[in-house]
Structures are given as C-alpha cells and as structure tokens.
C-alpha cells in the first residue's frame, strides 16, 4: 500500500501523458485504432527493452514526449507500416539499447567492453593531448613494430588481416592479438603510473 | 540513347558517388571504399532506378544502406549511422523537387540537371567539417555519467528522432509532389 500511494503521482503523470497524446493524435485527424497500433510498439519496446531513458524533471518529460510522439503520428501519416516501424525505432533509440556499441543487427547482442573498444574511445577524445602523444612516442622508441601495429589498428582503423599483410615482421593474426595486448597493458599501467605522478 | 547516358552520366553515377563519399568523409571510412560503392550502385538501382517513385523503396534504402555498412564495417557502424544516411537523402530529395520547380521555367533540362549535379556536390566543399561533426555527435549520444557533455544524451537523441520524423514526411511529401508533377 505504501508503495502503491509512493508511485501514485507517477502513475497519474504517465496516464496523463497517456491521454494528451491520444488528444493530439486524434487532432491531426487519426483514428483511435490507429493511435493505438502506433503507441502500443513504442510503449511496449520501452518497457521490455534495456532502461528507457528518462528525464528527472516531469516537465521537460512531457514536452519531449509529446514532440516525439507528435512527430512519430506526423511521420505516420505516410502509412501505417512506416508508423509502426518509425515507433519502433523512436522507442529503440530511447533505451539504453540505442547506446552506441549496444545495437546489434541480429537482435540483442550487448554491449561492446572489449579492451580495444575501450582503447578506441579514449584515443578519439584524447587525440592530440599530450598523455597519449607521450605514449605514443615511447611505444615508437621502445618497439617500433608494436607502434607499426598500434598505429593501423587505431588511427587506420584496418582489420586484423590487413595489418598482418602490411607488416612484414608479422605474418600470422595471431600474434597481432598478442602483440595489442601487450600494447593494452602498457598503455593502462602508463595511464596508471600518470595518475600516481599527478596525485604525487 | 542519349537518355540513357543523361541518366547514367548525370543521373546514377552522381547520385551513388554522392552518398559514396558523403559516407566516407563523414565516417571516416579507409577500408572498403569500392565494396562500400558496389553496394550502394545496387541497392540504389534496385529500391530507386527500378521502383521509381514509390516512398516505401526510399525508406527501405535508408535500412539498406545502413544493413552495408552494418556487413561491411561490422562494429563501427553504431545506430546514429541512420540519422546520418538521412541527411544526404534530405538533401538529394530537396535538390530534386527545386529541379522541378525551375524546369517549369526553363527549356534547356540537361543545363538545368548539371546545375543541380554541381549543387550535389558543393556541401564537399566543407568536407573537412563532416567526421568532425560525426565524432562530436557520437561523443554526445551515450550518457555522460561526468556530465561534461554541453546537452543531455535523452535531449540529443529525442532532436534527432524528431528530425528524422519529421524527414520522413517530408521526403513522402515531396516524392508525391513530384509524382504528380
């Protein structure tokens, strides 16, 4: 009972919501079925799909929704097989399955942890700064291959196969994995060690 | 005959060098980059040469195009990749429907077509600005649990969908405008 009277506001916020929406559907001249066949994909994708995202205030809540929503009946009036696909990927878009690294063309595949997809990110936003570029020129220094190889993995983006084709040093994929990993390493424990000399 | 080089020259190798590039830049795409035409050469001539006109084979290239990517380009091809194969269709659509607003004045349509031809392409001009602006966007999307981002990730996204939603109208608009016409 507690609960129920804890969660009451929000549920008369959503049925609200609910019935503002059917409003403006049925202002721009759609019929309730139609309405329904449009909100019941949105609506049930956000619920079963991984965390919707949310607003915290209610206000900004609403008025995005309802500007979504208005478009996603605007976009719907194309026909109804693009409503409901348009509905669908709008909800998508708004779980946290719509995350980059977390949409996968079969279905559900997760989200991307691997250490090179970390590696990836933090060498796109910290491009030019000088942390990486000192790493960058030690790893050139101290091994120039496992440079070679650091640099067609992240800044050519070229696959496992092209990189062994490329170096001459290395023939067999496999130990291009093995050479990104030691590259992996060093590159955390360097990150590590700039964090104890700053704190230092 | 000489329709069928108009259409090719003028028409079909534009329109897929256009999209071609548009994606490269943007993306940043090094590898691929012929496979990557190939297949836009067929899915292009298949949804739009073959079924002219009719929005649904439109819509389904938007899906087609980022199915390509998708295979080619594997982990690299996130989901905001929609929004950006919308824009160049946006922009090939509204070239197409002014074509037609113009070509009711004028008698030369090979002059007129070049014209629009060149215009495909001015937005090159700025080419260096695409993967910038692609990378600042990607960068925007996820949650930023630091807050540093200047706009919240539900916002970015709900002004994407509503652009995109609103594409999608338009695009069927002026596709039936020019139909009509």
Not at chain 1, 134 to 147: A, M, W
Request: glycine content about 4%; proline content about 2%; some cysteine.
């Amino acid at each position: 009972m507690k609960k129920f009277l804890y969660l009451l506001p929000s549920y008369i916020f959503n049925i609200l919501e609910i019935l503002i929406v059917v409003k403006i559907g049925m202002m721009i001249d759609l019929s309730l079925t139609y309405i329904l066949i449009i909100l019941i994909p949105f609506a049930t994708i956000r619920l079963t799909a991984k965390k919707a995202c949310h607003y915290k205030d209610w206000r900004k809540c609403l008025v995005w929704t309802i500007l979504v929503i208005f478009t996603i009946f605007v976009a719907s009036k194309v026909g109804i097989v693009v409503g409901v696909l348009v509905s669908m990927f709008n909800a998508l878009v708004l779980t946290e399955r719509g995350d980059i690294r977390d949409f996968g063309l079969l279905g559900w595949k997760g989200k991307d942890n691997s250490k090179y997809a970390v590696m990836d990110e933090y060498i796109e936003r910290n491009k030019g700064k000088d942390t990486l570029i000192e790493f960058e020129e030690t790893l050139k220094r101290i091994d120039p291959v496992k440079y070679k190889i650091y640099i067609k993995k992240f800044y050519e983006k070229k696959s496992f196969e092209k990189i062994s084709d490329e170096i001459e040093e290395i023939k067999d994929q496999r130990r291009i994995t093995e050479n990104l990993d030691i590259i992996y390493f060093s590159f955390t424990m360097f990150l590590e060690m700039k964090k104890e000399l700053a704190i230092n | 005959m000489s329709d069928i080089l108009i259409s090719l020259f003028l028409g079909f190798i534009p329109e897929i060098s256009y999209f071609t590039l548009f994606l490269i830049f943007t993306k940043g795409i090094k590898e691929k980059r012929i496979k990557l035409a190939i297949c836009i050469a067929v899915t292009y001539f298949l949804c739009i040469n073959v079924r002219q006109y009719e929005y649904l084979y439109y819509f389904a290239f938007i899906g087609l195009m980022f199915g390509i990517l998708k295979l080619l380009y594997k982990k690299e091809t996130q989901i905001i990749d929609v929004f950006i194969i919308s824009i160049p269709i946006f922009y090939i659509t509204l070239l197409s429907f002014l074509n037609l607003l113009i070509k009711e004045d004028y008698s030369n349509y090979p002059i007129i077509l070049c014209m629009n031809r060149i215009l495909l392409f001015v937005p090159f001009i700025f080419r260096k600005m695409f993967n910038k602006f692609y990378i600042t966007y990607k960068r925007w999307w996820n949650r930023d649990r630091e807050g540093k981002n200047p706009i919240k990730s539900i916002t970015l996204r709900n002004i994407s969908l509503i652009f995109f939603n609103i594409l999608i109208f338009i695009i069927n608009f002026l596709c039936l405008y020019m139909i009509e016409k």
